[in-house]
């Protein structure tokens, strides 16, 4: 909205000399930026009020475990708020409004998912938590009305996210490329038509008469395989991150790391320039991501103020379901897929785990390869402290987010 006023109103602001003050809106780094700021400071003074409903409204974790082991730990659990991702998809959707470019379509999209998969999770944490109170009806929805919702969300904006991609004349692009750690999205061919030296990737070769072009071994993705992949992304990372919030600050930290790559990534992609430097997809448009991306940086750090140890409010899935989906589809517009999965790592091995558990125990008829999933629960039952589980994630989170930005130069 404010980038909307900005352009409407630059040139009164001009004539007045205040376009120099107020010009930086149209800077995206300092919009993803504030937008982490606004969306932190969001859930901060918000963060009071929003526990005390809930609280009012009786909207807190029951306490209940079916494994024994766990039952001291989920008891210091019992009626602490849940439910509290309303703050962050509010601070997201707030920052989002204020700050962002609401005619990019990428934005649009991103915003459709947040609010799709918060209203998902909102439900479900509404029938679970109000259950006892209510006397009557469901405790949740069904795993297969969660999954439907998500994967349906993912078709959905899959398809449009893929429409958005195409050129003017309605060709595949970069937005649709095949995008393999290994392999190199441009490469350097003699100057006979094009117009991107390839001295502006090596510097020493300035004197070549050489052009960076897509590489013709590329492989792109049509529209069926497009959304295929588009909906396993939003749909798999919103449950990562569901299994994963099971201790006190845990989803929340690992998010915030996950996120701030995520920015870097989105602008990376977004710039024809950089992306071609760093020889990976250019998809015009999607660094606006960064200004979404800075928004749920903030959220989760807001959120982390009130749900470090011993937390005040827990984001139940209202807040998961609503920052993985984001992850997914971020991950997928932007091409870097590959990438964002490294940074994901210890959402994938919570849910890896889960899996795991699940097919060994089948498969065995009883016998368990951990003594408890997600994975952080059998860390907690090894021995590590709740506080030592969480920090340990972190730092783990951290390194994958340092080590999957590494890899985009190793090309």
């Known amino acids: 909205m404010l980038l909307w006023l900005l352009h409407q109103l630059g040139d009164w602001l001009a004539s007045h000399g205040l376009y120099r003050f107020f010009g930086v809106l149209d800077q995206l780094q300092f919009r993803m930026l504030a937008a982490a700021c606004v969306s932190f400071l969001i859930v901060v003074v918000m963060g009071k009020r929003t526990i005390r409903w809930l609280r009012a409204k009786k909207i807190g974790d029951t306490g209940a475990t079916d494994v024994a082991a766990l039952a001291e730990h989920a008891s210091a659990k019992k009626n602490v708020p849940t439910m509290g991702g309303i703050l962050i998809a509010g601070a997201i959707l707030g920052s989002v409004f204020l700050l962002g470019d609401l005619t990019n379509r990428y934005i649009i999209f991103g915003v459709v998912v947040c609010v ?19 006397g009557t009806g469901r405790q949740g929805l069904y795993s297969w009305e969660k999954l439907a919702c998500q994967l349906g969300i993912g078709v959905l904006v899959g398809y449009f996210a893929f429409n958005a991609g195409l050129t003017n ?105 950089v992306a071609m430097y760093l020889l990976v997809p250019h998809v015009p448009g999607a660094d606006e991501l960064s200004v979404l991306s800075g928004a749920m940086v903030g959220a989760c750090l807001g959120f982390l103020w009130w749900n470090c ?65 997600p994975i952080h629960h059998h860390f907690h039952m090894s021995g590590w402290t709740e506080q030592q ?16 930005l590494a890899t985009i130069k190793v090309r």
Not at 116 to 134: P, Q, S
């Open 389 to 404: 589980v969480v920090a340990r994630a972190w730092i783990v989170s951290v390194l994958l987010v340092v080590l999957a």
């Open 116 to 134: 799709w998969m918060a209203i998902l999770g909102g439900i479900d944490d509404w029938l679970k938590l109000t259950a006892a109170t209510r």
């Open 169 to 273: 004349k309605g060709e595949l692009s970069m937005a649709h490329a095949l995008n393999l750690p290994t392999q190199r999205t441009y490469v350097a061919v003699s100057n006979t038509e094009g117009s991107v030296p390839a001295a502006a990737n090596n510097p020493e070769n300035a004197a070549e008469t050489k052009v960076l072009r897509p590489n013709p071994n590329l492989h792109y993705f049509g529209r069926a395989a497009y959304v295929v992949l588009f909906m396993l992304m939003v749909a798999g990372m919103s449950n990562a991150v569901n299994i994963t919030d099971g201790m006190d600050g845990l989803a929340a930290g690992i998010s915030t790391a996950v996120s701030t790559g995520m920015s870097i990534i989105a602008l990376i992609a977004g710039s024809g320039s």
């Open 309 to 373: 140890s011993p937390a005040q409010v827990f984001m139940g899935d209202t807040g998961s379901l609503a920052l993985g989906g984001l992850i997914g589809y971020i991950a997928s517009v932007t091409r870097q897929e590959f990438v964002i999965l490294i940074m994901c790592g210890v959402f994938l091995m919570e849910i890896g785990s889960v899996v795991m558990q699940i097919s060994y125990f089948k498969a065995t008829k009883g016998k368990r390869i951990f003594k408890c999933t």
